[in-house]
């Protein structure tokens, strides 16, 4: 067992469940969600790589595993205003059924939709009006989160490959590392400005690579 610290890159597996409700929102393990009925054949189900004090999950998640043990399970209980936040009573809008009928939406409780790029959850139709929820779905909520840390990741390109799955999603990407430079080669296409940005976490966050250069395969015109 180890103990860790800030800017560590630890391995873990974790479901995280609404405390009220104990209803899972997220977890890295498969046959959880299987079991709990969550499960989702587009998700990527593996034990998550990050590094803490980057704010790769909620900061008060990573908070709490700071100085904890490796091969230990934790439970993590999180308020609303150091997950997701409390309600907002604005953000709870009257919207008029013409709206939804130009767009040849039929609202119903439970709908989620995008308003001019406002993710919405439709609580109620009645009276010609439909009242939506902007709030995040998981707002006012607690939290709790049952973290077991498998190991303190060591080498270089494990934690590049993390990163690089964190930000990009990029599964296929194969990394060469020598003398602190590495190399990424990938099919998949990257704005250059996050490019930019994902090589400045790298260098803060992995001291040992001082340069990182993307090469992209087959780039989607």
């Known amino acids: 067992m180890a103990t860790v610290k800030e800017k560590d890159f630890v391995e873990i597996d974790y479901t995280a469940r609404t405390k009220e409700e104990n ?16 499960h989702d054949s587009h998700s990527h189900y593996h034990p998550a790589v990050i590094c803490l004090g980057e704010s790769m999950m909620l900061k008060a998640v990573e908070g709490h595993l700071v100085g904890k043990e490796t091969g230990k399970e934790y439970s993590i209980e999180i308020k609303p205003e150091d ?3 409390r309600k ?4 709870l809008q009257m919207i008029p059924l013409s709206k939804f009928r130009q767009q040849k939406i039929q609202p119903v409780p439970g709908l989620q939709l995008n308003i001019d790029g406002m993710f919405g959850i439709v609580k109620t139709v009645s009276g010609g009006r439909c009242y939506v929820d902007f709030n995040h779905p998981l707002a006012g909520k607690d939290l709790v989160y049952a973290v ?9 390109r494990e934690k590049l490959k993390s990163l690089l799955d ?11 590392l020598k003398e602190g430079a590495a190399t990424v080669k990938t099919k998949q296409n990257v704005p250059k400005e996050a490019l930019e940005e994902m090589k400045s976490i790298a260098k803060r966050t992995i001291p040992n690579i001082k340069d990182i250069e993307f090469s992209i395969e087959n780039p989607k015109q």
């Open 88 to 91: 907002n009573a604005k953000l």
């Open 166 to 176: 964190l930000h990009f999603h990029m599964h296929d990407a194969q990394i060469e």
């Open 83 to 85: 997950a997701f936040g």
């Open 148 to 156: 077991k840390i498998n190991k303190i990741v060591e080498d270089d």
């Open 23 to 38: 209803s899972i929102f997220d977890t890295t393990q498969e046959e959880v969600a299987k079991k709990e009925g969550v």
